[in-house]
């Protein structure tokens, strides 16, 4: 796939709120905040979107769940959060990476727009 800002953000060639770092995952704010906390989880391997994952990702986004959940955490999410993945420009997608929104710190209305 095409580099995209988010592999900028990983390559550190541009600077972003690192909240956190490994191996696989970064996570960081969203520049754009929906909520009080709103941060990005990538993985580092650069998959466009989740359409474009395969078997071979089954790892690399288990750790992205589970990190999301860590960085919940350590975000003082403790009284509820959401995980919200745009698949696609017409669900929202603009950066061409695949990541996870963690919302939190407000009430969250359902259904989603
Ligand atoms: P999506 O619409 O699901 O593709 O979300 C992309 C998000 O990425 C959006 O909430 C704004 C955020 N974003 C775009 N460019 C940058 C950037 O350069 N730095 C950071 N920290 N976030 C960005």
Do not use: C
Not at 16 to 38: C, R, S
Not at 41 to 70: F, M, R, S, Y
Not at 80 to 106: D, K, P
């Amino acid at each position: 796939m095409s580099d995209t800002i988010f592999g900028k953000i990983i390559r550190k060639e541009i600077p972003a709120d690192i909240v956190y770092e490994d191996d696989l995952v970064l996570a960081f704010k969203d520049v754009n905040p929906q909520a009080p906390t709103h941060i990005l989880a990538i993985p580092k391997k650069p998959i466009a979107k989740l359409d474009d994952a395969t078997d071979e990702d089954l790892a690399v986004l288990g750790h992205l769940l589970l990190k999301a959940k860590q960085v919940a955490a350590e975000a003082g999410l403790t009284d509820g959060y959401r995980l919200v993945m745009n698949n696609g420009e017409s669900a929202g997608q603009t950066v061409f990476h695949l990541h996870l929104h963690i919302l939190g710190g407000r009430p969250l209305s359902w259904p989603p727009g």
